[in-house]
């Protein structure tokens, strides 16, 4: 087994809680309040990850330039799980025939890393020095 075999039974997984959960919030009455930013709350700043889940939801709701303005990492993180999970299922499929499966590099983290920071700096930046609500 390699590193990419785990990362792709862990992404059916994940694929099939997250389609259960998408599911459940779609066809019930239930609906979930989460709570305030405590990082925003105690420092005033946009931490790391703001946004995150309003750029899934536009994502979702198919509005890709409004997921990456929200959040950049998580049209990235869809777009590297997508076609991570397509090669590797084409590999899969065929036993290893069409050796045609995305790797694991460090690049891919370091862009992640990247995107993160990037948005926490730049959003900080424009609230506080142009006073932008973002």
């Known amino acids: 087994k ?3 075999d785990y990362f792709f039974y862990i ?20 609906r979930i309040h989460l709570p305030p930013c405590i990082f925003h709350l105690m420092t005033g ?57 995305m790797r694991y590099h460090n690049g891919i983290v370091w862009t992640a890393t990247a995107l993160i920071i990037g948005n926490f700096v730049i959003k900080n930046l424009l609230h506080y020095r142009y006073g932008l609500v973002l």
């Open 2 to 4: 390699t590193i990419e």
């Open 45 to 101: 700043y946009y931490c790391p990850g703001c946004g995150g889940t309003r750029a899934l939801r536009a994502l979702l709701n198919g509005r890709l330039l409004q997921s990456a303005w929200y959040h950049p990492f998580i049209p990235y993180a869809a777009a590297v799980y997508l076609y991570f999970m397509t090669t590797q299922t084409i590999e899969h499929v065929s036993r290893g025939r069409l050796r045609i499966g």
């Open 11 to 30: 992404g059916i997984l994940s694929a099939v809680i997250g389609i259960t959960v998408m599911l459940f919030f779609r066809y019930s009455s239930y």
